[in-house]
């Protein structure tokens, strides 16, 4: 139980109206490190509990710490704006009985309201690295009192390009602040050089990362031909599997709006969410997922992270992401909090490396499965390495094709006409001007 902890009895009052039973492995080890005031680092998965796990021991800092004087005392960073917009709904079921305000502060939105924001001097900043540092251009002290700078998923705003944002802003904030990191891998090229001049002497904390195997999701491959052929398969998927809200993924912001027209053709109760959205048609959106409007979701990884949506139980990759860390948090949309989940993905024979390097990253086998009245005409490289990829030819079939391509070429055929010269002539026939010389 959450008692253990000695939260205060306002938190505790907040944790009990969210139905919060037991802590979970990771809010189990990373509430007692924070509520220390030490620096930690937490590897975890999306989905387990980390929100709290940071949330919990800093606004019971803010309750019994007060400082009334002081500007914002918190800033939470995240990569995305869906990300951020579920941190600070979350953060303000937290705060319900305490008096902590808390702002948000992401792209899309005015600078004009967010300025505004910034005047209420709310405790809690929640932002993305991108809007914020905009707003320090305009007003360096924004930060100047912060006391606990926490940084959510990691791995990913790097990933995004916002390292050197985001060592600006640390280096805006206290000196002698707590600094919280959350990522779900340590091994993100360039996280080690953030955690060494952002953190100081961090207890590192790991219930599980990235490869991790996750037990409560089915992980399902489909052979496909091409677009054409995937099309079929999904159609197929949403007429006969039971789910209660599924969530595609595309690569490509024009493949989503052209599999949300073809969805909405085939009359499913679909949605649309990628970059290009303007920020008000990206939260309609949600809250219409959210509310149980919206059953199909088409999106770009912009929903990979900070979608938390309870009703998904299925996902399908249209495309195959480009990297395993991104198939991770794809699926780690669904099998949230213990429940069941299922992802397929639609694999051509452009993406079978993609699936192979997915696989060995993730040390698991993916289960081919197969529709029989679907069946396409790929099944698959006939031949496998031990990594997974396909066999490709040996040297000694290409030195002969390359040989046997020299010979055709030697090969002697009808003696070419020698072509006859062309007059240099203008088309009526008169000559060029000479020019003069220069003598």
Not at 5 to 10: K, M
Not at 182 to 200: P, Y
């Amino acid at each position: 139980m959450f008692n253990q902890f000695n939260l205060d009895p306002q938190l505790l009052k907040a944790i009990e109206a969210l139905d919060y039973n037991a802590p979970t492995p990771v809010q189990a080890q990373a509430i007692p490190a924070a509520l220390t005031g030490d620096d930690i680092m937490v590897c975890a998965q999306t989905g387990s509990g980390k929100t709290a796990a940071f949330l919990l021991p800093t606004i019971d800092k803010l309750i019994r710490n007060k400082a009334p004087n002081s500007a914002t005392r918190v800033l939470v960073l995240a990569p995305t704006r869906e990300l951020a917009r579920q941190l600070f709904k979350q953060c303000e079921l937290l705060t319900k009985f305490a008096p902590i305000e808390a702002g948000l502060i992401t792209g899309g939105e005015s600078f004009k309201f967010q300025a505004a924001t910034f005047r209420k001097n709310p405790e809690i900043i929640i932002s993305t690295p991108g809007r914020l540092i905009d707003h320090l251009g305009r007003k360096p002290t924004l930060m100047d009192d912060v006391e606990v700078l926490i940084l959510d998923e990691a791995d990913r705003m790097l990933d995004m390009g916002f390292a050197e944002d985001v060592m600006n802003i640390a280096n805006k904030c206290k000196p002698d602040r707590q600094t919280m990191l959350f990522s779900a891998t340590m091994n993100q090229k360039g996280i080690r050089h953030v955690i060494k001049q952002v953190l100081k002497d961090p207890v590192a904390i790991t219930v599980d990362d990235i490869n991790s195997k996750h037990d409560n999701i089915k992980q399902q491959v489909l052979l496909a031909d091409d677009d054409q052929h995937k099309d079929r398969l999904l159609t197929w998927m949403l007429a006969n599997e039971t789910y209660r809200q599924c969530l595609i993924f595309s690569n490509t912001k024009a493949k989503t709006d052209e599999l949300y027209h073809f969805l909405r053709y085939h009359k499913h109760k679909v949605g649309v969410l990628h970059g290009d959205m303007t920020q008000d048609e990206r939260n309609h959106i949600m809250s219409r997922m959210q509310q149980g409007h919206v059953k199909v979701l088409v999106a770009t990884d912009v929903a990979s992270r900070g979608l938390d949506v309870k009703d998904i139980d299925l996902v399908v990759n249209f495309d195959l992401p480009r990297s395993a860390d991104d198939y991770v948090h794809r699926i780690g949309r669904t099998g949230r909090a213990g429940e069941q989940g299922l992802a397929v993905s639609l694999v051509n024979h452009f993406e079978w490396n993609l699936k192979a390097s997915i696989e060995r990253y993730l040390k698991i086998e993916l289960e081919v499965r197969k529709i029989k009245t679907l069946l396409g005409k790929y099944k698959g490289p006939k031949k496998l390495k031990s990594n997974g990829k396909p066999v490709g030819k040996k040297k000694k079939d290409v030195k002969k094709a390359a040989e046997k391509k020299a010979a055709i070429k030697a090969r002697p055929g009808k003696p070419k006409k020698p072509r006859a010269p062309v007059a240099k002539h203008f088309g009526d026939g008169s000559a060029p001007f000479k020019r003069k010389s220069s003598s």
